[in-house]
């Protein structure tokens, strides 16, 4: 019951996104971010996912096609450490990546830190001014706390000039909840883009 990361981070995407630009998926797992991000573009918007999983590919693929918005999305089976291999710099609105493992798959196969970090990091090159990440980070069981850990100490060094850094938790709640992060580039936004999530109660980043 309550807030949940899932929630959180989908009405950060609503919020975020503008019909007609670019979005980027970059842990597509079985589509569900991709395809609210494709709701959000509209068919005048691109959106690209990416997983390394042929079984992610094909499942977020079947959903986009099952729910009528395959036209102006791309499904690839590639490392998101190769991110900048798909966007050119400053185009992207959002960017999402959820960590952890494939719901309903191999627990052994998860995001890590030695590839997540030079994703981050080429993530950020691709956001246009006012464009943001959201990035939702799972820890324990087969994940560890590397991954968790690299990413907290990344998210504490970035520039705050630059960078406007939110990162959530659940404090009381048990059984390792996932972490939300939300990281915004500086530059015009939408009058929408800056709000936080509902229960937030429209406070301004
Ligand atoms: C928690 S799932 C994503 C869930 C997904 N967003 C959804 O809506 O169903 C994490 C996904 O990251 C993928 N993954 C692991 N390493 C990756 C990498 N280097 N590049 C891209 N995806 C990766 C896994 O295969 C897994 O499907």
């Not at 960017?95 to 196969?109: A, E």
């Amino acid at each position: 019951m309550g807030w949940n990361s899932l929630g959180i981070t989908h009405d950060f995407m609503a919020r975020q996104v503008r019909p007609g630009e670019l979005c980027i998926d970059a842990t597509a797992g079985r589509g569900r971010d991709t395809l609210l991000l494709a709701r959000l573009t509209g068919p005048t918007g691109r959106v690209i996912a990416l997983d390394i999983q042929p079984e992610a590919v094909e499942a977020t693929r079947s959903l986009l096609r099952a729910e009528g918005v395959s036209g102006w999305c791309e499904v690839h089976q590639l490392g998101h450490q190769e991110l900048e291999k798909v966007a050119q710099p400053g185009t992207a609105g959002c960017i999402v990546f959820n960590l952890g493992w494939l719901p309903g798959g191999d627990h052994r196969i998860h995001t890590t830190a030695r590839t997540t970090l030079p994703a981050l990091e080429q993530a950020l090159r691709l956001l246009r001014p006012g464009g943001a990440l959201s990035l939702c980070v799972y820890y324990g069981k087969e994940n560890g706390l590397e991954e968790r850990d690299a990413v907290l100490r990344w998210l504490a060094g970035l520039d705050s000039r630059i960078w406007n850094v939110l990162r959530l938790d659940f404090p009381n709640r048990k059984n390792d909840p996932p972490i939300p992060v939300f990281i915004q580039r500086e530059g015009p936004a939408c009058p929408r883009c800056h709000a936080l999530p509902a229960p937030f109660g429209g406070l301004t980043l």
